[in-house]
């Protein structure tokens, strides 16, 4: 489970609601997953093949990026900075160091690391991209080292959660990748969760996938399918941005043999219709 901290509202935003980017025309070489209908198309896409990031598609922080930001709701050890994000040899890379880094939220944190968004560079800016509904894939292949907790994610543009739907996470191991669905229901932020493994998710590269339609939710790990929720409730209709982050700490602290840790990100795609 992933407790977020999303700030109150400094004021009342208009929400983006948006299906996403402008369609794309598909690469010769991008080949249609099983899961995703015939008619719908690839309308975002980012296979890493520059030298740098493009920040036309992608945020290095959260909506609350202030100077760098952190989950604090999950007690995570990491402050993320732009400079742990590389882009080299046709991939993305997150990086996380152990490094003392003094932070604009008054902390200090003993970790700095990297993630993605296609979310806001602000809290007062748009959303690069949202996408209500849609095929969502990405290959990544998480490091090896304990005390890292990798994901690849959903939250929504008012941002706020619940809803949230988190594609992969791995929490206290490397084996197993979770799966869940968060929603409010009449006791609060309720959950769904799906487990596959085990598997040695870090000697390579794995495709994490989640297929999202008004009627379902289904997670697939390498074309197979391995996790699906169909009940109205669990199931969110809001516009959402999408993440790649390497946290650290979560649930423990990595040991002090860890100095350094890397997921590397090959491509994310989106299908809709």
């Keep these: 489970m992933r407790a977020r901290r999303l700030r109150p509202a400094l004021a009342a935003l208009a929400l983006v609601l948006a299906l996403g980017c402008t369609a794309t025309e598909p690469d010769a070489d991008v080949s249609r997953p099983k899961a995703v209908p015939q008619d719908w198309k690839l309308t975002f896409h980012d296979e890493f093949d520059g030298s740098e990031l493009d920040t036309d598609r992608w945020a290095t922080c959260y909506d609350w990026n ?3 930001c952190t989950n604090s709701g999950n ?5 993320y900075l732009p400079g742990q994000v590389s882009v080299r040899d046709g991939l993305l890379r997150l990086d996380a160091e152990r490094r003392e880094t003094r932070a604009s939220d008054g902390r200090t944190y003993p970790w700095r690391s990297g993630m993605i968004s296609t979310g806001r560079d602000d809290w007062y800016g748009d959303p690069r991209h949202v ?14 080292q304990a005390g890292m907790f990798p994901a690849f994610w959903m939250m929504p543009a008012s941002k706020f959660t619940p809803p949230e739907l988190d594609i992969m996470e791995f929490l206290g191991g490397t084996d197993r990748v979770f799966m869940y669905a968060h929603w409010r229901g009449p006791d609060g932020d309720q959950r769904a ?3 596959y493994g085990p598997v ?3 000697d390579e590269h794995h495709v994490f996938a989640m297929l999202w339609t008004p009627d379902e939710v289904s997670w697939y790990v390498d074309g197979t399918r391995r996790f699906r929720l169909t009940e109205p409730e669990r199931i969110p209709h809001v516009p ?6 390497l946290a650290v700490g979560v649930p423990q602290s990595p040991p002090s043999s860890v100095d350094s840790a890397r997921m590397t990100v090959d491509w994310v ?5």
């Design 193 to 195: 969760r799906g487990t």
């Design 131 to 144: 996408f209500t509904y849609g095929y969502f894939e990405a290959s990544i292949r998480i490091p090896e």
């Design 200 to 202: 040695p998710f870090p």
């Design 75 to 79: 007690d995570e050890e990491q402050w």
């Design 66 to 68: 202030e100077d760098g």
């Design 240 to 245: 959402m941005e999408v993440l790649v982050n």
């Design 269 to 273: 795609r989106v299908w809709q219709d």
